[in-house]
């Protein structure tokens, strides 16, 4: 209760804040209605008014709700569950790319920071670099990957994947070279007395030290992954993920599906970051790092 009374707290006030947001942001166009109309109304139908608008400039928590039960849940009770009219669909489309692309930017964050620890060029060469590579908005960079691939005969989910890995590379670089280097002089040279050769000493223990170094920097790496897949699907004019519905949504004014969406992602991310939440309470308890 001490963890769930907090959270349960801050998430009511932030839909109380929504819901007076919305009223707010929505009352000018209820006004203009009436005023059209020749009629007058009561503070009460236009709080009322602002909460069933079709295009607000800000929906409701029930009405996106609404929506993302109307495209998840109503979609699998009539059997169309990967309609294209589907979150589900849409959320699967944008996961593919979000798995591979952290696949990708994990394995490469590995090998970048195995290099960096133990070679002193790429260290004072390839880490300046991998920090100046996050300067660069991914808005900027997407379209030229995207460009460049399709103009090699590459295009679909791979150039996704490739924004996906660049998003999510940097934090795995800097935590295990962190990681990596967090075992004590003590502790090196004591490995040293026993002979032990580099590959001993990376695989017992520079490797397990890294571990608590590790998980955090996937759980970032998945958020930004995601993140990635989605800026991914926009300069392509994608027709399939949470990205081309943002886009048809910002097309058509359709904000209610714009938000549900948005939503989808965030939930989308946090059951991501929970898995690898859960895989990292396993693997610290099974190594005796519970503590």
Same mark, same amino acid.
């Given at each position: 209760?001490?963890?769930? =009374?907090? +959270? *349960?707290?801050? +998430? ?5 804040? /929504? ?5 707010? *942001?929505?009352?000018? /166009? ?15 139908? @236009? ?21 993302? /039960? ?9 059997? %169309? ?10 959320? /699967? ?27 002193? $060029?790429?260290?004072?060469? +390839? ?7 996050? $300067?660069?908005?991914?808005? #900027? ?20 994947? =490739?924004?996906?890995?660049? *998003? ?12 990596? %280097? ?8 004591? @490995?040293?007395?026993?002979?032990? $050769? ?24 998945? #958020? ?9 699907? *926009? ?9 081309? %519905? ?8 359709? $904000? ?9 992602? #965030?939930?989308?991310?946090? #059951?991501? =970051? ?11 308890? %099974? ?5």
């Amino acid at each position: 209760m001490k963890n769930v =009374v907090p +959270v *349960l707290t801050v +998430v009511a006030a932030l839909i109380v804040i /929504w819901y007076a947001s919305a009223v707010a *942001l929505n009352a000018p /166009w209820a006004y203009d209605k009436a005023k059209r109309a020749d009629v007058e109304i009561t503070f009460g139908e @236009m709080v009322a008014d602002t909460m069933r608008q079709k295009k607000p400039k800000l929906p409701v928590p029930h009405q996106v709700g609404a929506e993302i /039960w109307k495209t998840t849940g109503g979609m699998v009770a009539k059997g %169309r569950a990967f309609s294209k009219r589907s979150l589900i669909y849409h959320s /699967w489309i944008t996961l593919s790319a979000t798995l591979l692309g952290f696949a990708m930017g994990t394995g490469l964050g590995i090998a970048l920071s195995v290099g960096i620890v133990y070679n002193r $060029t790429m260290d004072m060469s +390839v880490m300046p670099w991998v920090i100046a590579s996050q $300067t660069i908005p991914i808005l #900027a960079i997407a379209p030229m990957i995207i460009v460049v691939l399709n103009a090699i005969g590459i295009s679909g989910l791979l150039p996704k994947a =490739v924004i996906s890995m660049y *998003l999510s590379f940097f934090p795995v670089v800097v935590g295990m070279v962190k990681g990596l %280097r967090s075992p004590d002089h003590m502790m090196v040279d004591q @490995m040293k007395t026993w002979h032990a $050769t580099g590959g001993q000493e990376f695989w017992k223990l520079r490797l397990p030290s890294s571990m608590p170094f590790l998980f955090p920097s996937l759980k970032v790496a998945m #958020a930004a992954s995601l993140v990635g897949a989605i800026v991914g699907e *926009l300069p392509t004019g994608a027709v399939a993920g949470l990205g081309a %519905r943002l886009l048809a949504g910002s097309y058509y004014g359709q $904000t209610i599906q714009i938000w549900s969406a948005l939503i989808t992602a #965030a939930a989308l991310a946090a #059951a991501l =970051v929970g898995i690898i939440g859960i895989l990292q309470k396993v693997v610290l308890k %099974r190594m005796g790092m519970a503590s």
